[in-house]
């Protein structure tokens, strides 16, 4: 094993030493400095600290902004990012992010049954101001009313200037707007340092889970390294992720329907030839695939591999990679195991 010139570093003896492990010991030892802290050579986080003329924001805002996230937890956290970012551009009062609650997932959390709110509002007091719902502005039959918001659709990968032009111009007529969808709504490379930091101090600082979701998530990996030593894969082989790359052909006719008519419900028409998308990369790799990579890489039937989500196909495309890996690949899908 080829353990590179970062454990020759300061370890000359030690390089030397490693022909006469084992195979076990040799892997251990891997792990641990793999798992173990590097030194920063001169690399600090973006978001350390804010330039010295990056002012709070002022006490009167533009007017209220909202954003429907949609994507995975993923996406949906890059367009908080965002959403923060594009309140400090038209200077405007972000009210808390939406989150997609009906799509695939079907989770009802919300961002506050996930993120700590107050943690989120406190830590980017002097970015954006931010409130958890929209104000009063009267009643109507005994019944309290709230601004109603103008709804955009922003371009895909809009430019600042978008956001100071024709949302900013919308906000000031209308009081509030909802963009909607909001996934990579905002161009990803700009070239202001302080916005770019500004995405680093929401993702990195400001978006904290809540307690009890760190509760459980550290019982749950307790309980995974409990059994040895482990690998948890996100295969992305599920049906909107299926649907919206166009990769069919692979499967049976039922299930082609199941993601044809999936896809026409939820994204935009578009015509997509599966040789063609997976050609250039626009597939998820098989289970099967995934399956001989592990075991090029060198991990054998001694692994423990924990599949995150679910596979599309079910209980026949899990025979598939028992059938054709298994033999090198130990996966399991006992879920209530982790729970217990």
């Known amino acids: 094993m080829n353990l590179g010139s970062s454990f020759e570093v300061g370890h000359g003896n030690e390089h030397n030493s490693l022909t006469h492990l084992t195979y076990q010991e040799t892997t251990q030892l891997v792990a641990d400095r793999l798992r173990s802290s590097t030194p920063s050579l001169g690399w600090r986080s973006s978001a350390a600290s804010r330039n010295p003329e990056w002012s709070p924001p002022p006490e009167r805002t533009n007017g209220y902004l909202l954003v429907r996230c949609n994507g995975g937890l993923n996406q949906q956290r890059g367009a908080i990012c965002n959403a923060v970012l594009a309140a400090r551009i038209m200077n405007a009062t972000l009210v808390l992010p939406a989150l997609d609650t009906n799509s695939f997932w079907h989770d009802k959390s919300g961002f506050s049954g996930i993120y700590d709110v107050r943690h989120f509002i406190t830590s980017l007091a002097n970015d954006v101001k931010v409130v958890t719902t929209l104000p009063l502005v009267g009643v109507v039959y005994k019944q ?15 430019l600042p200037n978008w956001y100071e032009t024709v949302a900013l111009a919308k906000m000031k007529e209308h009081g509030a707007i909802l963009l909607s969808p909001f996934s990579h709504r905002l161009a990803e490379e700009l070239d202001n340092l302080d916005y770019q930091r500004l995405r680093c101090r929401v993702n990195y600082h400001a978006l904290r889970f809540r307690e009890d979701v760190m509760s459980l998530s550290s019982k749950i990996v307790a309980r995974l390294r409990a059994e040895g030593q482990f690998l948890a894969i996100h295969l992305r082989f599920e049906m909107d992720m299926l649907a919206f790359a166009g990769c069919t052909d692979i499967f049976t006719v039922a299930e082609q329907a ?8 939820n994204f935009a028409e578009k015509t997509l030839h599966y040789t063609d998308r997976r050609l250039i990369g626009k597939c998820p790799l098989t289970p099967e ?3 001989l990579i592990l075991r090029a890489l060198g991990y054998d039937n001694s692994t423990h591999i924990y599949i995150a989500a679910g596979i599309f196909g079910g209980t026949a495309r899990c025979n598939n990679i028992c059938i054709y890996v298994y033999v090198y690949v130990h996966i399991f899908f006992q879920r209530r195991h982790i729970w217990r």
């Open 258 to 265: 199941m993601l044809v008519k999936y896809r026409m419900e």
């Open 289 to 291: 695939e995934v399956g």
């Open 144 to 158: 309290h009313r709230r601004i109603k918001p103008f709804q955009l659709r922003p371009p895909r990968n809009a």
